[in-house]
């Protein structure tokens, strides 16, 4: 009989994990039975102020909702040998990842792990084998990959009348950190998050540019940090450029030191989309995206540039509910594991944007060198 509940353990007490356990919450066939931090007081803590928020609820066969708490745990290890965990979410630092991701693979459970996939793409292979081997789906925790909207927007993008040929993709995803961000975020130490705001920001350019150009991998790319952090190991703010066989060419912009801004402009030769909130959509009810084609008139002394802009857009709520972004990626995952499916492009994704970033940070340590794409 297959069950409807998915049971999940969080290893790793991070603020992105207070999200994703609220996506548990409203994903309709998950709970979270444990949190495992380092500090068991710190998963208590973790717990008591989700709980508060976000209460965790079973549901049985017949609707029927029981209140429930999950155990904090003070050993990662601990959690994983546990038989009442079905899945883990792994919010550790990207530097510890790839230990708990193959301890994971090895006690038996599926595997949704934060972003960055890895440190180096030999060891994003490694986990992705190890998962596959053990038979456990690996997936890493890009929200918008799940979104309502990616696959209507795919419909403006292959419209030969409104779009045309896709020419052209440049994103932008930054924020302005405070003064103490360089000393206080882990963001910012080589140790824990070596790829800084390439990793940070810059995976989800990179993944917004893969889908954009069907998952296929650039031919090449180019990459340069323009501020360094941690005595200069660590990307503070980068900008790079990805070349494709075809004639398709991509920039992105990432930043620790920018206003907040996640725009994404796809250009074809027809017309153009624009996005403002690739990333997190603006807070609402309706993820939405505009198509444009502008003229342009001239007659003698008369030079007349026309707006041909439309709106367009998908009923989604921006967070915390049933049909955003984060609650669909969380139900997806779970699905999978309870109907004993895999997933192989979640996985393929993830190392192929590993893959990037890696050749990215091999240009940027060679004078922003064009490199080729390396294969593992």
């Known amino acids: 009989m297959t069950k409807s509940i998915c049971r999940w353990g969080f290893l790793g007490a991070a603020n992105i994990a207070r999200k994703n356990w609220k996506a548990v919450r ?58 009442d965990i079905d899945a ?3 919010a550790v630092p990207t530097s510890h990842r790839k230990k708990w991701v193959l301890a994971a693979a090895a006690a038996g459970k599926h595997v949704l792990a934060e972003k960055p996939f890895a440190v180096h793409a030999d060891d994003a292979k490694e986990m992705v084998d190890a998962c596959r081997d053990a038979g456990v789906n690996l997936m890493d925790g890009v929200m918008f990959d799940h979104s309502a909207r990616l696959p209507e927007l795919k419909h403006t993008l ?15 995803f930054s924020f302005c950190g405070d003064d103490s961000f360089e000393e206080a975020n882990i963001r910012a130490a080589a140790d824990l998050e070596p790829h800084g705001a390439l990793g940070d920001l810059g995976w ?30 660590v990307p503070g703010e980068f900008q790079g450029e990805m070349r494709f066989d075809d004639g398709l060419t991509a920039g992105f912009y990432c930043s620790f030191f920018s206003v907040n801004q996640q725009t994404a402009t796809l250009s074809g030769n027809r017309g153009y989309v624009t996005l403002d909130d690739f990333v997190l959509p603006f807070n ?22 026309g707006k041909h802009s439309r709106q367009h857009g998908v ?20 699905n999978q594991v309870l109907h004993h499916q895999t997933d192989s492009r979640a996985s393929d994704i993830a190392l192929k944007t590993q893959l ?19 294969t593992v």
């Open 315 to 334: 009923t989604e709520h921006a967070s915390g509910e049933a049909d955003s972004q984060e609650v669909r990626m969380i139900r997806h995952f779970a």
């Open 356 to 374: 990037v970033l890696d050749a990215l940070r091999r240009s940027d340590a060679d004078e922003s060198r064009w490199v080729e794409l390396e």
């Open 88 to 90: 883990v979410y792994i």
């Open 204 to 233: 989800y350019c990179i993944r917004f540019t893969l889908w954009a150009a069907g998952d296929r991998l650039p031919k090449m790319v180019s990459g340069q940090s323009i501020v360094r952090l941690d005595d200069g190991r």
């Open 158 to 172: 292959t419209d030969p009348n409104v779009f045309g040929d896709l020419k052209r993709i440049q994103t932008h």
């Open 284 to 305: 609402g009810s309706e993820s939405s995206w505009q198509s444009h084609q502008h003229e342009l008139f001239v007659d003698n002394c008369r030079w007349n540039f």
């Open 26 to 83: 409203m994903s309709g066939n998950g709970v979270v039975a444990a949190v495992a931090s380092r500090d068991v007081e710190r998963a208590e803590a973790f717990i008591h102020d989700c709980s508060l928020e976000c209460p965790p609820v079973i549901t049985d066969e017949d609707g029927n909702a029981e209140l429930t708490r999950p155990e904090a745990v003070g050993d990662y290890e601990a959690l994983l040998q546990r038989d």
